[in-house]
């Protein structure tokens, strides 16, 4: 992840990338740290997700898909 964009994440376009800036989560690290801190559940993540982004269904589950692949292969 290192300092990568947010936007760099699967679902994360330029909208959503913009509100997550505005609430804080600038990098792929720190929305990869909330995922570990919500415990890795995908429905506490994807709401995570829509509260903070007013991400849809479709760009949360493939935002949690592509942290939770990077996770069982880097963690």
């Avoid at 995922?35 to 994807?46: H, S």
């Amino acid at each position: 992840m290192g300092s990568k964009p947010v936007t760099k994440l699967a679902g994360i376009g330029e909208t959503l990338g913009g509100r997550l800036n505005d609430a804080g989560y600038d990098k792929a690290s720190n929305v990869l740290g909330q995922y570990l801190v919500l415990g890795q559940d995908q429905g506490r993540f994807q709401g995570w997700m829509n509260d903070v982004s007013n991400a849809n269904s479709k760009q949360s589950s493939d935002c949690y898909k592509c942290l939770n692949d990077w996770s069982k292969e880097f963690l």
